[in-house]
């Protein structure tokens, strides 16, 4: 059973569009989160929503929207595609927020090329 | 200048060979995760240290919390330990910009 999946995994579209990333866990957890992965692989939070209710909020463009229905899923809306989009998107959870004492569990990341 | 920072940036080891990868972190961070990223895409946490050592297989990472640092350390590489290596501090995982691995056979 995948403890934290992302769909879909690869993401081709087109500038101006709008899309969905989703993430699902199945670990119990409380706490997930987003993560962007540039093109020089550096890792850089998003958002972290704690039992559906938000709690980081990084300096992402408000085109990026978060929705967590309950707390084991973490959907990820982007409106107005740009091509500075373009990079890997990692889900990941936890058990609880400010994890300094626990670890976390990543999704398999999602692909997204805007063209 | 990152929270987090990591030395070296790239890494080549021939195999067997005893591998130590540094990181340095600011003040605010209480705990610090290694991360590994494998050629694939996934993400796999190694450890979470606030303090001493852990040990897991051939991997070994320790803290030193007046220093800031932490190291983790391969012993008798393997080239299927080839992967980039990401220290992060939480709470919210700030990333050190990882360390490419290869180890050669």
């Known amino acids: 059973d995948t403890a934290v999946s992302q769909t879909p995994k690869y993401l081709v579209t087109q500038m101006g569009n709008d899309k969905s990333i989703k993430c699902e866990q199945n670990?119990?957890?409380?706490?997930m989160y987003w993560y962007k992965q540039d093109s020089k692989k550096f890792l850089k939070i998003m958002f972290s929503y704690n039992n559906k209710e938000l709690i980081i909020n990084e300096t992402v463009p408000n085109r990026f929207s978060p929705k967590s229905p309950d707390k084991a899923h973490l959907n990820l809306h982007i409106n107005s595609l740009e091509l500075g989009d373009s990079a890997v998107y990692f889900c990941?959870?936890?058990?609880?927020?400010?994890?300094?004492?626990?670890?976390?569990?990543f999704g398999s990341g999602t692909r997204l090329t805007v063209v | 200048k990152n929270e987090v920072e990591q030395s070296p940036q790239n890494l080549t080891a021939q195999e067997g060979e005893f591998i130590t990868i540094n990181c340095s972190y600011s003040v605010g961070i209480s705990a610090l995760h290694w991360l590994q990223q494998h050629p694939g895409g996934g993400i796999v946490s190694l450890f979470m240290?606030?303090?001493g050592k852990k040990k897991h297989g051939r991997l070994i990472a320790t803290i030193n919390i007046q220093e800031k640092h932490s190291s983790l350390h391969i012993t008798a590489s393997h080239p299927r330990d080839s992967a980039v290596y990401i220290c992060a501090g939480s709470n919210k995982l700030v990333f050190g910009a990882g360390t490419i691995l290869r180890v050669k056979s």
């Open positions: 670990l119990g957890h409380d706490t």
């Open positions: 990941a959870s936890s058990l609880r927020a400010g994890a300094s004492n626990y670890g976390y569990t």
């Open positions: 240290l606030s303090s």
